[in-house]
Every structure is written in structure tokens, then in C-alpha cells.
């Protein structure tokens, strides 16, 4: 049954407003110009994360004010939005992000301060469930998948076992439970996200020189893109890639993004052109009187401002110059 979207008056309302406290392109010019990081650091302490901010007392820990930022907007959304359950299938990434880094942690004795109090498992409950084999806590999906992945990690040893398998998972959730809920809008968003990360994964595997059947088994599936259309590829030149995608949706953001991986061998500006086309997909939805699109909108421009800060950041303190730091920053 299709849900009556009239219910969202009330949450896009709040939305608008909260959205004009969003950083602007000009804080984020006065951050990448000023002469330290600490100089760069004093203009968030001027916006809406002053609070934080001011209880920071060495830049080197701004995550922790970044990921409490992150966490204070879920549950906002989450408590405003008449349907908390379709926000948390996009919390549900943070989960996926958080098994990851407990995993590597638990086989390949890899400790990690990137853990993320975002998602539809508390932390402390995710730790114990990896840390002890202890999986009931675990939506059935999500429990099956883990329980695959310490099988196949004890068989073979190959850490890429737990990417695959969560980052499938993930997707295979998400896009489920977007069309058990009648979201058109979440399912194309997602689709779209799956497509984007099969071009990449592609193009890594192409680079890498490895085979076409590792490429069968790291292609997600869901995509518009089919699969097979994609696994063909392997054995072409990746500017055959910009031929097959000439009339796409992603036939712009293909053409420069390959071109600057041959170049260059970095894949930076691919991954900024693919958060930039989300980006430019979503403000569709800034229009949108009654719906979930303004709120999965603000989610995805506080994500994005979240991560820019973070490019500035560390530009920043690593001492890069203001134009590298620029050229990666995501349109806000």
C-alpha cells in the first residue's frame, strides 16, 4: 500500500529550516584559504558546530566532532520523519561500514579508530556480536551474511571476503526493503548508488589485472547496468567504457573520470563525480512539498558537508596546497 505522503508536512517543514545552516561554498573557500588548520578549524567554530568545537582541544581528534554531528542528524531526521524505518535503511550503511572494521579488526589484527555511532545497531552490541561469534542480535539477512564470511575467511584467508559479502548484503537490504515499502524514490536512489559503485569496482579490477571471474563475484547486483554487460568489459579497453555509457545517464561522469584514472592512475575525481551526480540527483527533490525526499536530501548534504570538511581538514593539517585541496571537495 503506497504510504500517504501529506504525513510528511510537519518533517519537510523543519527541514527547510534547518537546511539554510548548512555550510556554504564561501565557508568552505575561507577554510581551504586560511593559512593553518587551526585557522581552518576556527570558521566551524563559528557555525552550527561550535559547541563541539569549542570542547576540542587538539585538531588531530576532529573526527570525534564530525561523527557526533553525524549521529545528532540521524536521530533528528529519525525523530521528525513520520516512517523512522525507511531513514534507517540509509543507517543501515554505518552498520555495514562498522562489521566491516570490526572484522578486520577481529582476523587481520587490524585496530581501527573509524567505528561510527550511526546505524540500527548500537556499537557496543555490533563489538560483542563480532567479537564473541554471537550473531542473534542481527536482522536474519545480516546474520546469515556474517556467518559467511567467518566460514569463507577460515577456508581461504582472503580478507576480501568480508567487503564482498557486506557490501552485497547491504544493497540486496536496502533495495528490498525500499520496494516492500513502495519507495520508488529510495529504490532509484539505490540503484543508481549500485551503479555507481559497479563502474568503480570495474575500473579497479581492470587496473589490478585480475580476473574476470574475481569481477563476477565483486559486481553488485540490482544495478540498471546489467552484470554481464559489465563482466564483458574485462577484456576491453576502458575506453570502450566511455562508448558503452555515451548515451547514460553517467556518460558525462564516465568520460571524465576514466580519462583522469589513465592519466593519472588516481580515482579521486571518479569518486568526487559520483557524489556529485548523487548530489545533483537529489536536489530533484528539494521541490517536493509532502515526501521523503527533502529529509534523504539533508541527510545526504550533511554526509557530504561532513565529508568535505574532512578532505579540508586533513589537506590541511598534511599541508597541501589550497588547489589540491579544492579540487576534491564535493559540490555542496
Given at each position: 500500500?503506497?504510504?500517504?505522503?501529506?504525513?510528511?508536512?510537519?518533517?519537510?517543514?523543519?527541514?527547510?529550516?534547518?537546511?539554510?545552516?548548512?555550510?556554504?561554498?564561501?565557508?568552505?573557500?575561507?577554510?581551504?584559504?586560511?593559512?593553518?588548520?587551526?585557522?581552518?578549524?576556527?570558521?566551524?567554530?563559528?557555525?552550527?558546530?561550535?559547541?563541539?568545537?569549542?570542547?576540542?582541544?587538539?585538531?588531530?581528534?576532529?573526527?570525534?566532532?564530525?561523527?557526533?554531528?553525524?549521529?545528532?542528524?540521524f536521530d533528528m531526521v529519525m525523530k521528525i520523519g513520520p516512517y523512522p524505518e525507511l531513514i534507517g535503511m540509509l543507517a543501515l550503511r554505518y552498520d555495514i561500514h562498522n562489521l566491516k572494521v570490526l572484522f578486520k579488526?577481529?582476523?587481520?589484527?587490524?585496530?581501527?579508530?573509524?567505528?561510527?555511532?550511526?546505524?540500527?545497531?548500537?556499537?557496543?552490541?555490533?563489538?560483542?556480536?563480532?567479537?564473541?561469534?554471537?550473531?542473534?542480535?542481527?536482522?536474519?539477512?545480516?546474520?546469515?551474511?556474517?556467518?559467511?564470511?567467518?566460514?569463507?575467511?577460515?577456508?581461504?584467508?582472503?580478507?576480501?571476503?568480508?567487503?564482498?559479502?557486506?557490501?552485497?548484503?547491504?544493497?540486496?537490504?536496502?533495495?528490498?526493503?525500499?520496494?516492500?515499502?513502495?519507495?520508488?524514490?529510495l529504490e532509484d536512489l539505490f540503484i543508481r548508488q549500485v551503479d555507481l559503485i559497479n563502474l568503480k569496482t570495474l575500473i579497479r579490477v581492470k587496473r589490478m589485472g585480475l580476473t574476470r571471474d574475481f569481477l563476477k563475484?565483486?559486481?553488485?547486483?540490482?544495478?540498471?547496468?546489467?552484470?554481464?554487460?559489465?563482466?564483458?568489459?574485462?577484456?576491453?579497453?576502458?575506453?570502450?567504457?566511455?562508448?558503452?555509457?555515451?548515451?547514460?545517464?553517467?556518460?558525462?561522469?564516465?568520460?571524465?573520470?576514466?580519462?583522469?584514472?589513465?592519466?593519472?592512475?588516481?580515482?579521486?575525481?571518479?569518486?568526487?563525480?559520483?557524489?556529485?551526480?548523487?548530489?545533483?540527483?537529489?536536489?530533484?527533490?528539494?521541490?517536493?512539498?509532502?515526501?521523503?525526499?527533502?529529509?534523504?536530501?539533508?541527510?545526504?548534504?550533511?554526509?557530504?558537508?561532513?565529508?568535505?570538511?574532512?578532505?579540508?581538514?586533513?589537506?590541511?593539517?598534511?599541508?597541501?596546497?589550497?588547489?589540491?585541496?579544492?579540487?576534491?571537495?564535493?559540490?555542496?
Open positions: 500500500m503506497p504510504i500517504d505522503d501529506t504525513v510528511y508536512a510537519y518533517s519537510v517543514a523543519r527541514i527547510k529550516a534547518i537546511e539554510t545552516r548548512l555550510l556554504d561554498q564561501g565557508q568552505f573557500d575561507r577554510m581551504i584559504n586560511a593559512s593553518s588548520s587551526e585557522e581552518a578549524f576556527k570558521v566551524l567554530t563559528e557555525s552550527g558546530y561550535a559547541g563541539a568545537a569549542a570542547e576540542l582541544t587538539d585538531i588531530h581528534n576532529f573526527e570525534s566532532i564530525l561523527a557526533a554531528e553525524l549521529k545528532d542528524t579488526a577481529k582476523f587481520l589484527g587490524i585496530k581501527s579508530d573509524l567505528l561510527i555511532p550511526v546505524g540500527t545497531h548500537e556499537l557496543d552490541k555490533l563489538e560483542h556480536a563480532v567479537n564473541e561469534g554471537d550473531y542473534r542480535y542481527l536482522q536474519e539477512k545480516l546474520r546469515r551474511a556474517v556467518g559467511k564470511i567467518t566460514e569463507e575467511f577460515l577456508l581461504n584467508r582472503d580478507p576480501q571476503v568480508i567487503d564482498l559479502n557486506l557490501d552485497r548484503i547491504l544493497y540486496e537490504q536496502m533495495i528490498y526493503a525500499a520496494r516492500e515499502n513502495n519507495s520508488s524514490f563475484t565483486a559486481l553488485l547486483p540490482h544495478g540498471s547496468i546489467r552484470v554481464d554487460r559489465l563482466t564483458i568489459m574485462i577484456d576491453e579497453p576502458l575506453e570502450s567504457l566511455i562508448s558503452m555509457l555515451a548515451i547514460s545517464d553517467y556518460a558525462e561522469l564516465v568520460s571524465e573520470g576514466v580519462r583522469e584514472w589513465l592519466d593519472k592512475g588516481s580515482a579521486s575525481l571518479l569518486e568526487k563525480l559520483s557524489d556529485d551526480y548523487i548530489t545533483n540527483h537529489l536536489k530533484q527533490g528539494r521541490r517536493v512539498t509532502f515526501g521523503i525526499e527533502p529529509l534523504v536530501g539533508y541527510l545526504w548534504a550533511k554526509e557530504i558537508e561532513i565529508k568535505n570538511i574532512r578532505i579540508v581538514l586533513v589537506g590541511k593539517i598534511n599541508k597541501l596546497p589550497a588547489e589540491a585541496i579544492r579540487e576534491r571537495i564535493r559540490n555542496v
